[in-house]
């Protein structure tokens, strides 16, 4: 199993990456893989139609 957490704070490494990784280590006692994307500093454009 993987667990992906998507971070979209506008803060990289606000409370919110913090929750998840509290949270991430408690599934990686359990040898749950995890992932966390995080989003502040993308650029996040529209859909162009193509």
């Not at 993987?2 to 599934?27: C, H, P, Q, W």
């Amino acid at each position: 199993m993987k667990v992906l957490a998507i971070n979209a704070s506008a803060r990289r490494d606000g409370n919110t990456a913090l929750l998840i990784r509290s949270v991430f280590e408690a599934l990686d006692r359990e040898g749950i893989e995890t992932e966390m994307v995080q989003l502040a500093g993308q650029t996040i454009e529209p859909c162009k139609a193509c």
